[in-house]
């Protein structure tokens, strides 16, 4: 079934790529542009208490689940630019996830539960195929984390200064969708028990 569901995304994705070609992602930037400001507003609270977050350890190249937008310099990588370039990825994959999941609803019993998890699956597909493949954007990646709360915390402590921070936030939002929903809780979370970490030492 996990194959059937593949070789459906892959179709469908490139059935839609060939129609939507490359254009600014102007909603991914606007996107990552209201999660800093909400990420910057957490920020300035635990700053008047003087807590400063640690990087999440990372792994070297893209063997993790989360690829890191940023090259070790601190400059884009090659993905995350053709990914601001790469419309196609949120709303062609969005539509393939949306077709694969009715296809199988039509199908398969109780198919329609599985509607939102295609659909998630279609969006971050569509966004490698746009961008390159998983394989191209494995090979351009210096770093890499396995836990989306991590790699959320990572990419605030270690990029979060960088002035290229929403640009490489949009792209690895168009990579990993769910990062949008989850963005405010982990950086949240981890300030908190930095927080309580810092008590239990004094």
């Not at 400063?52 to 940023?70: H, I, T």
């Not at 398969?108 to 490698?128: I, R, T």
Request: charged fraction near 25%.
């Amino acid at each position: 079934m996990k194959n059937l569901i593949r070789v459906c995304l892959v179709l469908l994705v490139s059935a839609f790529c060939g129609q939507n070609l490359f254009s600014a992602s102007v909603a991914d930037l606007a996107k990552a542009q209201a999660i800093i400001y909400k990420i910057n507003e957490i920020v300035d609270k635990y700053n008047e208490m003087t807590i400063e977050l640690e990087a999440p350890k990372s792994r070297d190249g893209g063997a993790g689940k989360f690829m890191v937008p940023f090259t070790d310099d601190g400059q884009l990588t090659d993905w995350a630019g053709k990914a601001l370039e790469a419309q196609a990825g949120a709303a062609v994959g969005e539509k393939a996830g949306s077709a694969v999941g009715k296809a199988l609803g039509a199908k398969v019993p109780f198919g329609g539960l599985m509607g939102a998890s295609a659909k998630k699956k279609g969006k971050q597909m569509g966004a490698a195929t746009a961008i390159g493949g998983m394989k191209f954007i494995k090979e351009t990646t210096d770093r890499s984390l396995d836990n989306i709360d991590d790699y959320i915390v990572y990419l605030h402590v270690a990029h979060g200064s960088n002035p290229d921070y929403q640009k490489g936030l949009a792209s690895a939002m168009a990579l990993h969708p769910e990062m949008e929903g989850r963005a405010d809780f982990a950086i949240k979370n981890a300030y908190k028990q930095a927080a309580k970490n810092q008590k239990k030492k004094k």
